[in-house]
């Protein structure tokens, strides 16, 4: 039997105070998270470098708001289906072999898109189908990804190293739609998705290269489904969980779905092209970035709950502001400000839900949480690509703010303790 691998933390003074840019990264010590952390990073900026060219792709083979919409439908719809079994399969077997297996699939995935763009065959249908198959790879990714941050850094160090993931996700949110803005413009789309591809062997490089701690598996005596059953009575009785879990849900509904419509608007409302769309989610990613490492510095710590609800509502009411714009600096500007509402939101109701949720549950809780921002989310990327099409792209995008300010104000006057968490 192999000896259980320690972590490796150096020795300090119980008193001793790191300095303030030591406690932003202090995830970093952990050689595994570094491993992770650079491997993501790469991978993330191949990954926004696809999503700005198929989405403009989709877009200017068939110049439709709904078709964009279904192709957002066809890459969450697996989520909502198969993330509650997936989570499951989180709790029962090695998040490492399964994060190497769904990186790999999703690699395969790049790669085909890119032979069909190459080979100018391409078609709507093939990009729906497959992104529905990179659904399915990550409703396996997406909660085995969440679990598997605190084997690598322990709870000590989990709110910094949820932060550092933000900030390694929108840092590539920056960087990769503005090379994906570039690269689309010179060489096509096609080259996007080849170096999207080529970026997944980072990831599996640092999997392979890590050496984890060996953790005890939870044994279970029942089925799969009981499994299941007892996961999902286990969050809804945790009211505080299931409120985050909620809001979580209506912020992925109504708010985030005002991306998938954002080629129609910069073409339509903005009168500009690919680099203008790169620029956009360029300076979204900026301000989440911006966010991001504000929480890995501590902002907000001692009352997450408060700043949770001061994000949601500035993020709706951002949002409705952004809808009537035609002015392209102020929209880069109001950009800024939705990407830093947004990962104050997302970076507080992750560390909330890990920091409460029992390991036990841990791959359920976060498979979950997965579904409310991967699965529901192609029900409002839909309905706001019909609303963009068949009536008004402002008066969509101004409908979904105002749903999103209702339902939070719902959610959050119904659990009122989520102001003190």
């Not at 390694?168 to 591809?197: H, Q, Y």
């Not at 996961?231 to 009211?239: E, L, N, P, Q, S």
């Not at 929209?331 to 992750?350: E, H, K, R, Y």
Request: positive net charge.
């Amino acid at each position: 039997m192999e000896e259980p691998i320690l972590s490796e933390q150096p020795m300090v003074p119980a008193n001793f105070n790191p300095p303030e840019t030591s406690r932003a990264f202090s995830a970093m010590r952990h050689r595994n998270f570094q491993l992770y952390f650079g491997g993501q990073l790469i991978s993330n900026i191949g990954t926004w470098m696809q999503i700005i060219a198929q989405s403009w792709l989709v877009y200017q083979i068939g110049h439709s708001e709904i078709t964009l919409g279904w192709v957002a439908f066809a890459g969450a719809l697996p989520m909502l289906v198969v993330s509650p079994f997936a989570g499951v399969v989180v709790d029962r077997f090695s998040r490492q072999k399964l994060l190497i297996m769904t990186q790999t699939g999703a690699m395969l995935l790049a790669f085909i898109l890119a032979y069909l763009s190459f080979s100018n065959i391409v078609k709507e249908w093939h990009i729906i189908v497959l992104a529905s198959f990179m659904g399915l790879v990550n409703a396996f990714d997406a909660p085995a990804r969440q679990s598997f941050v605190p084997e690598m850094v322990g709870k000590e160090d989990l709110p910094n190293a949820i932060a550092l993931n933000s900030i390694m996700f929108n840092s590539s949110r920056v960087i990769g739609p503005a090379i994906g803005g570039l690269l689309l413009v010179i060489f096509g789309a096609a080259w996007c998705f080849t170096i999207n591809g080529i970026s997944f062997i980072a990831v599996i490089i640092g999997l392979l290269l890590m050496k984890l701690p060996n953790l005890p598996r939870h044994t279970y005596s029942g089925s799969h489904f009981e499994q299941l059953v007892d996961g999902i009575r286990y969050t809804v009785h945790d009211h505080e969980m299931f409120a985050l879990i909620l809001i979580a849900l209506v912020f992925s509904v109504f708010g985030m779905s005002y991306t998938t419509i954002l080629p129609a608007f910069v073409e339509k409302n903005l009168g500009m092209g690919s680099m203008a769309y790169g620029w956009l989610n360029a300076l979204t990613g900026l301000g989440a970035v911006a966010g991001a490492y504000l929480v890995a510095r501590g902002f907000g710590s001692r009352n997450r709950g408060k700043w949770l609800i001061i994000a949601n509502f500035s993020f709706a009411i951002l949002m409705l502001i952004f809808g009537f714009m035609t002015s392209f600096p102020v929209t880069l500007i109001l950009a800024v400000g939705l990407g830093l509402c947004f990962i104050i939101q997302f970076t507080t109701i992750n560390t909330l839900l890990q920091l409460r949720v029992e390991d036990k549950y841990r791959g359920q809780v976060m498979a979950l949480y997965s579904i409310t921002f991967f699965g529901f989310a192609p029900f409002g990327n839909l309905a706001i690509g019909f609303l963009g099409q068949n009536i008004n792209l402002r008066f969509a995008i101004m409908v979904f703010g105002l749903l999103l300010l209702l339902f939070s104000a719902i959610i959050i006057s119904r659990t009122p303790k989520i102001r003190s968490i």
